[in-house]
């Protein structure tokens, strides 16, 4: 943990950053995870289960560590309690990615033809959503240096609202995603409710990458 020692040791912010490089990176082997379904290899499930399961280790590590070392008051600009909880709601991109993968790996779940083109979908934009939200975090040290006010404060605004329009794409490709499989609920059987869920777990990352934009929102309005 030495490395997370010295990342600490200088600012909370870098460590956020890092903490949101781990939780996205979980994020981002949905779509592999949904290619090894589609065509039905269990072996690539368990292989990318484990990558995520591996990245999740890395962002609860880092995460602890926020937690333990944070001060209880950065610099004048942010509070803890705001800081801890956009922490949260990265920490989240990466748990509910972790739920998706042990899901399907424990299931063996196979994903039916008429799903793959919906699902794909979903899972990329849910991806697209969350690189937006690291920039956005990535943003942070610039808010710092300016007051969270100015050109780089409006700018991170409209970040923030291009994330919240990506959102609400995801929420119209779960909602197609849904149709097809009710469609399909006589066919599928009990597994409807699993690929339900599954379907659920993939838009909720979004929304938690929405959150951390949210929150930054929230603190430039202050």
Avoid at 3 to 23: F, N, T, Y
Avoid at 62 to 76: A, D, Q, T
Avoid at 85 to 99: F, T
Avoid at 146 to 155: D, L, N, P
């Amino acid at each position: 943990m030495a490395w997370i020692d010295k990342l600490v040791g200088r600012s909370p912010i870098e460590p956020m950053q890092e903490h949101m490089k781990a939780a996205v990176a979980c994020a981002e082997q949905i779509p592999e995870l949904v290619a090894a379904m589609s065509i039905g290899d269990l072996e690539a499930i368990a292989r990318v289960r484990a990558k995520i399961d591996e990245r999740e280790h890395e962002a609860d590590g880092i995460k602890n560590e926020i937690r333990n070392h944070l001060p209880r008051r950065f610099m004048l600009a942010i509070e803890r309690r705001d800081l801890l909880e956009v922490l949260e709601s990265q920490d989240s991109i990466a748990d509910v990615a972790q739920d998706i993968a042990e899901l399907a790996d424990q299931r063996g779940m196979v994903l039916p033809e008429n799903l793959r083109e919906p699902v794909e979908a979903l899972a990329s934009r849910v991806v697209a959503a969350c690189k937006l939200a690291e920039s956005i975090i990535n943003e942070l040290d610039e808010l710092l240096e300016t007051g969270f006010a100015g050109r780089e404060s409006s700018r991170v605004e409209g970040m923030i609202a291009d994330l919240g329009r990506l959102e609400t794409e995801t929420d119209e490709l779960q909602d197609r995603c849904c149709r097809v499989l009710f469609g399909m609920e006589d066919e599928l059987g009990v597994a409807t409710v699993y690929w339900h869920r599954l379907v659920l777990w993939i838009a909720t990352i979004a929304d938690h990458a929405e959150r951390v934009g949210n929150r930054l929102r929230l603190l430039i309005a202050h």
